[in-house]
């Protein structure tokens, strides 16, 4: 992905509306794309994801994992021996049930809280202008 000359190594999804769990790549583009959503049958919203160059791919520590249809977790080896651990993350928006609210919040601090401690941490999506 390019944006004004620059070259995008990853990027977080939201809002896919896919379902299930999906890895296709862009060849031409040189992209490949992880998403996770509600399993099939369910209403299509929500959903993550994560698009990473394909070159990347070899420094992934394992395939992106979808922890629910709102959250999604992947980890790079970096020179050095770090590794960085990045989350896609798509809140609801405000008009949303507290619960909906309140369960995706909690799904995050636990799954940051598991992440070590030397670990690199990226929290990225929409969190549906939720400040606090």
Same mark, same amino acid.
């Given at each position: 992905?390019?944006?004004? /000359?620059?070259?995008?190594?990853? +990027? +977080?999804?939201?809002? !896919?509306? $896919?379902?299930?769990? !999906? &890895?296709?790549?862009?060849?031409?583009?040189?992209?490949?794309?992880?998403?996770? /959503? %509600?399993?099939? /049958?369910?209403?299509? %919203?929500?959903? @993550? /994801?994560?698009?990473?160059?394909?070159?990347? $791919?070899? *420094?992934?520590?394992? *395939?992106?994992?979808?922890?629910?249809?709102?959250?999604?977790? =992947?980890?790079?080896?970096?020179?050095?021996? %770090? *590794?960085?651990?990045?989350?896609?993350?798509?809140?609801? !928006?405000? +008009? #949303?049930? &507290?619960? =909906?609210?309140?369960?995706?919040?909690? &799904?995050?601090?636990? #799954?940051?809280? #598991?992440?070590?401690?030397?670990?690199?941490?990226? @929290?990225?999506? =929409?969190?549906? +202008?939720?400040?606090?």
């Amino acid at each position: 992905m390019r944006w004004s /000359g620059i070259i995008i190594d990853i +990027a +977080a999804l939201s809002e !896919t509306r $896919l379902s299930g769990s !999906t &890895q296709f790549e862009e060849v031409g583009a040189g992209y490949t794309f992880f998403c996770s /959503g %509600h399993p099939e /049958g369910i209403i299509r %919203h929500g959903g @993550v /994801g994560f698009v990473i160059r394909s070159a990347l $791919l070899k *420094t992934m520590k394992s *395939t992106p994992c979808g922890i629910s249809p709102r959250l999604m977790k =992947d980890e790079i080896n970096l020179e050095g021996g %770090h *590794t960085a651990t990045h989350f896609s993350c798509y809140a609801p !928006t405000l +008009a #949303a049930a &507290q619960e =909906d609210k309140k369960l995706i919040y909690e &799904q995050l601090s636990y #799954a940051m809280e #598991a992440v070590p401690y030397k670990h690199k941490l990226f @929290v990225l999506g =929409d969190f549906n +202008a939720r400040v606090g």
